[in-house]
């Protein structure tokens, strides 16, 4: 079945097949399409595309990608569009950027991010190597928001 799934009002997430049907894209009004993949067509027509070009392998450093797409998907929203997030299955690749972006965008934990994406889509299951990346990536944000706090704090 085609389908594209919704983590938020902006963002969906789905596997290749889905996110490359032109009749879906329109219904949920879709303007960005991220190809997390080297391998899988991106859709045509009028939509926006963005391809991240790693495979399903733990080895993969997708982590160099999180802060740009997760700032592409908020510069998307906030100009009022809609993104999908995408790979051959819909589950691992697809999966560690939206939880990414979750994290950084929606301050939510690695867990809560997670279980809000597979809430979404219950496939997801994002490769070790991705999951130990996300990890790293939380523990970056929190060094980087404590940093940009201490920085806010006025002295008394």
């Known amino acids: 079945m085609l389908q594209l799934c919704k983590v938020t ?33 991106c859709p045509p027509g009028r939509v926006s595309t963005l391809r991240v070009p790693v495979y399903d392998d733990p080895n993969e450093d ?6 740009r797409c997760a700032d592409v998907i908020l510069s998307e929203a ?4 809609r993104t999908v ?10 999966a560690t950027i939206c939880i990414a972006y979750l994290m950084k965008h929606q ?17 997801v299951e994002p490769n070790p190597g991705f999951w130990a990346q996300l990890e790293r990536y939380e523990q970056e944000l929190k060094i980087r928001r404590s940093a940009s706090s201490s920085l806010n704090i006025s002295p008394s």
């Open 85 to 94: 997030i995408y790979c051959k299955n819909g589950r691992s690749r697809s």
């Open 9 to 41: 009002d902006s963002l969906f997430i789905s596997n290749a097949r889905s996110a490359c049907s032109d009749e879906l894209l329109q219904k949920e009004a879709v303007t960005l399409c991220i190809n997390v993949s080297k391998q899988q067509p």
């Open 62 to 67: 997708l982590h160099a990608h999180f802060d």
């Open 78 to 81: 906030a100009r009022g569009g």
């Open 107 to 123: 301050n939510l934990s690695l867990t809560e991010a997670h279980e809000m994406v597979k809430s979404a889509r219950l496939v």
